[in-house]
């Protein structure tokens, strides 16, 4: 059954560096989502991407936060400066179809862990 | 706005007992209604989705939901459970039921520890 990958699984990073996240989507599958869980609190959205573009995005995706497609089936969040805040599970998800109704499949996530 | 509320964040229960997990959503338009599941060291995985139609609904590893429209629930349920249902376990919405790319919301999750 095909799935959506990330690497890597864990990322320790000094507070200030630029990490990068990776997300292998599901390869017939159009939107695309990045997720985040700081430990002990919800999971929140961060941003939707569709057609090589921004659909939406949450108060939490700041200047930071950057997102892209480069080669057609890699999915990428970079955070350009980590804050001890960024600290949390980050989550990639893809879906197929159009509709609310369509299930979004998650990916194992990266947890990043800001020193 | 569209939310989740999860009532319970942890709930330990002996195997081969019955478990319900509660969730109560608040939406202003009709909804779709997701349960999803995290095992250890996995992604989250469905459990099961309402969309419309008969107020039961089946899923994997036997577990169902009700959704009841008037006390605005979708609480999860198995008869017994088994060791390798420990989890954690959350219920989420779709922030916008007929948006194109609509992302979800979600509770904070319940955390279903079965003690052998």
């Known amino acids: 059954e095909p799935e959506v990958t990330q690497t890597p699984s864990h990322q320790v990073t000094q507070m200030g560096q630029e990490v990068i996240l990776r997300c292998v989507p599901i390869s017939n599958h159009l939107y695309f989502y990045w997720y985040r869980q700081i430990l002990g609190q919800k999971v929140e959205f961060l941003v939707s991407?569709?057609?090589?573009?921004?659909?939406?995005k949450s108060e939490i995706f700041d200047d930071q936060f950057s997102v892209e497609r480069p080669d057609g089936s890699n999915f990428t969040l970079k955070i350009r400066s980590t804050k001890l805040e960024d600290s949390a599970m980050y989550f990639c998800?893809?879906?197929?179809?159009?509709?609310?109704?369509?299930?979004?499949?998650f990916g194992p996530g990266t947890r990043l862990t800001v020193l | 706005a569209q939310s989740v509320t999860q009532l319970d964040s942890q709930v330990p229960v002996f195997e081969e007992a019955p478990v319900e997990l509660r969730c109560n959503y608040s939406?202003?338009?009709?909804?779709?209604l997701f349960w999803y599941v995290q095992y250890p060291n996995q992604g989250l995985q469905l459990l099961l989705k309402y969309l419309s139609g008969s107020t039961l609904v089946k899923g994997i590893n036997g577990f169902e939901a009700e959704f009841n429209k008037s006390q605005t629930s979708f609480h999860l349920r198995k008869p017994s459970v088994h060791i390798s249902d420990t989890a954690e376990y959350f219920c989420a919405l779709p922030l916008a039921r007929n948006s194109g790319n609509t992302p979800l919301v979600f509770g904070k999750g319940t955390r279903l520890s079965v003690i052998a």
């Open positions: 998800a893809s879906r197929a179809g159009t509709s609310g109704a369509d299930t979004q499949y």
């Open positions: 991407f569709y057609n090589n573009e921004i659909s939406e």
């Open positions: 939406s202003s338009v009709s909804v779709y």
